[in-house]
């Protein structure tokens, strides 16, 4: 008798291994935001 189990968990790093196209336009697309989000930071004129 083989126990399978009823419910397998996600698996993240197995998901972006078997889809590398559309996990490197992920990763370009958060590291575009991630730097429009650090030019609009505000600046202090007198920083302590």
Known sequence: MSQTPSKESFN???WAL???ALT???MV???LLGFAAYF???Q???PP
């Open 40 to 42: 609009q930071l505000g």
């Open 29 to 31: 697309v958060l590291m």
């Open 44 to 46: 202090d004129e007198d």
């Open 12 to 14: 993240l790093s197995k």
């Open 24 to 26: 490197r336009y992920l």
């Open 18 to 20: 078997d889809h590398p």
